[in-house]
Nanobody, 125 residues
Framework: QLQLVESGGGLVQAGGSLRLACAAS????????MGWFRRAPGSEREFVAGITWSGTITDYADSVKGRVTISRDNAKNTVYLQMDTLKPEDTAVYYCAARPTYKPLMRFAEQYDYWGQGTQVAVSS
């Protein structure tokens, strides 16, 4: 089992920034690819960003590209999501998730085995 705990959410004005963190425990974090997803009220869960186990490859949804940066610190068992220039449409519950390296599809939630409980991000206009 890999336990994931998100933090860093909150209420911010449009144009502001937040840095989400996801702390992992229980298994070897550095062997997992990681992703961030979000679910807005009344919407489906959607991919936000992903990063490989080594941190060398990242991917972003078009809706956040250029405003969001995913990174990881394997020594601290933590993955981060830096979000800048936030918009009201970024309001959602944000989840981090872990995907074994043998599952190749970064953007597909079904490929992820472990999920955190989520952290709420609210962006006011």
């Amino acid at each position: 089992q890999l336990q994931l705990v998100e933090s860093g959410g909150g209420l911010v004005q449009a144009g502001g920034s937040l840095r989400l963190a996801c702390a992992a425990s229980g298994r070897t974090f550095s062997t997992y690819n990681m992703g961030w997803f979000r679910r807005a009220p009344g919407s489906e869960r959607e991919f936000v960003a992903g990063i490989t186990w080594s941190g060398t490859i990242t991917d972003y949804a078009d809706s956040v590209k250029g405003r969001v940066t995913i990174s990881r610190d394997n020594a601290k068992n933590t993955v981060y999501l830096q979000m800048d220039t936030l918009k009201p449409e970024d309001t959602a519950v944000y989840y981090c998730a872990a995907r074994p390296t043998y599952k190749p599809l970064m953007r597909f939630a079904e490929q992820y085995d472990y999920w955190g409980q989520g952290t709420q991000v609210a962006v006011s206009s």
